[in-house]
């Protein structure tokens, strides 16, 4: 295994001292500290690792993804240090810094038209990975995207906080962070709460639309065939206003930026704390940091954020 890859994980743990309410902790995982800068370097690396060892994919082949964006840098890094050729294929709405790094790592970036949603960088993928012969992670429906949380973020939670946790609040993408870390907390802890955090917008809060907050939200059943949904005590919606607000107040009060999934995790899971008895701790996650989106002026007004 190429060096970086063993700079994959083992990620720094935070209490929110100053937002979490009195007598209760909230505690947050920063993904950011990974070496493609979020939670995705985990699951890029199992996804390629496991085809690599059963054959679906050869040394040196090409890897073929649709990606919000962290899972394709991810892959990019990954992908690379594993001597293979990789294809991003990304809806136009998502982070062009997102897009660079890609294409600095090593990989090739096909853009799809914002409206056609994740479903267009689906087909699209689909598509070149048929003419070209190429592997397709697919990080929707990929066990080895769960395996990833199961095996490693999971375990990191449960030992940095010593197995007291009495909640778990996660963001929602592909649904493998949730999935993954739920599964082996609540094996452990058979009264830990989990609950999953979706923007408004996201088709799990009964709504179809736009939002800011990128990462998280499904669009489609398509997007949430990794979701366990026993593993699920509550689904939590977040707008766009509530994560913005508490990206400043992450910012000035407790000197941690995470991107909007971050900070839309963060509105949970203070909310969750405060419901809980005295002495509660609520476990949470910021998969990335938001640098990757300060050009579109995500840490600005609240109105500049907003614009298209
Ligand atoms: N936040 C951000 C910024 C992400 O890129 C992702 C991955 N899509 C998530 C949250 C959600 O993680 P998962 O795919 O494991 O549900």
Redesign the pocket.
């Known amino acids: 295994m190429s060096g970086v890859l063993y700079a994959i994980g083992q990620t720094p743990i935070v209490p929110l001292a100053r937002l979490s309410p009195p007598g209760r902790m909230v505690y947050a995982k920063l993904e950011w500290h990974n070496p493609g800068g979020?939670?995705?370097d985990r699951?890029a690396l199992y996804m390629l690792r496991t085809a690599l060892e059963d054959g679906r994919l050869r040394p040196g082949g090409l890897v073929v993804e649709p990606t919000?964006?962290?899972?394709g840098i991810g892959l990019a890094l990954v992908g690379r240090a594993l001597g293979l050729e990789v294809v991003c294929v990304m809806p136009a709405r998502f982070s062009p810094a997102k897009k660079a790094l890609m294409e600095a790592y090593g990989a090739t970036v096909v853009t799809t038209p914002a409206e056609g949603g994740m479903e267009a960088a689906i087909a699209k993928a689909r598509e070149i990975a048929a003419v070209e012969g190429g592997f397709v992670p697919n990080?929707f429906r990929n066990p080895a995207?769960v395996q990833a949380?199961y095996e490693t973020t999971g375990p990191e939670f449960y030992r940095q906080l010593e197995g007291r946790i009495d909640a778990v609040v996660l963001?929602?993408?592909?649904?493998?962070?949730?999935t993954g870390v739920v599964r082996y907390l609540k094996e452990r802890l058979p009264r830990l709460k989990a609950y999953l955090v979706q923007p408004e917008g996201s088709y799990l809060v009964g709504e179809c639309g736009p939002h800011k907050v990128?990462?998280?939200g499904a669009d489609s059943p398509e997007t949430t065939a990794l979701l366990d949904c026993a593993l699920v005590d509550g689904v939590w919606k977040v707008t766009d206003r509530e994560a913005h607000a508490m990206l400043q107040r992450l910012g000035r009060e407790e000197g941690v930026l995470p991107?909007g999934?971050?900070a839309a995790a963060a509105v949970v899971a203070l909310a969750v704390a405060a419901q809980l008895p005295e002495g509660a701790r609520v476990a949470t996650l910021f998969?990335?940091h938001a640098e990757r989106y300060l050009v579109q002026g995500i840490l600005g007004r609240f109105e500049e954020w907003k614009k298209p």
Do not use: L, R
């Not at 919000?68 to 899972?71: D, H, L, P, S």
């Open positions: 979020s939670v995705k699951p919000a964006g962290n899972t990080q995207n949380h963001g929602g993408g592909s649904m493998g962070t949730f990128e990462g998280i991107g999934s971050g998969p990335d």
